[in-house]
Nanobody, 121 residues
């Protein structure tokens, strides 16, 4: 069983910053890509940022220049530094990771339960 646990969400004002953290635990042989997604009320889940095992990153246009994704491979963790937060950033943020449990198993997508970020003015 693989678990992803997010932390760092909260309530802030526009222009403030937050840092989200996510750690993977359980039966893990290797962790490939990791990322952050978010879902606002009444909307579908959208990609925020991804990072490969080698450190290559991609961002949604809406967060470029404001958010930074990083990872700590030794601790199987991924982070999302969010700066200059806007009202439209309000959402539940989900951690995602592609994980191989053993050397002979296919990789699978795993998701955290989400952490709420609320931005107000």
């Amino acid at each position: 069983q693989v678990q992803l646990e997010e932390s760092g969400g909260g309530s802030v004002q526009t222009g403030d910053s937050l840092r989200l953290s996510c750690a993977a635990s359980g039966s893990i042989f290797s962790v490939n890509g990791m990322g952050w997604y978010r879902q606002a009320p009444g909307k579908e889940r959208d990609l925020v940022a991804t990072i490969t095992s080698g450190g290559s990153t991609k961002y949604a246009d809406s967060v470029k220049g404001r958010f930074t994704i990083s990872r700590d491979n030794a601790n199987r963790a991924v982070y999302l530094q969010m700066n200059s937060l806007k009202l439209e950033d309000t959402a539940v943020y989900y951690c995602n990771a592609v994980i191989k449990s053993t050397p002979t198993t296919w990789v699978k997508d795993y998701w955290g339960k989400g952490t709420l970020v609320t931005v107000s003015s």
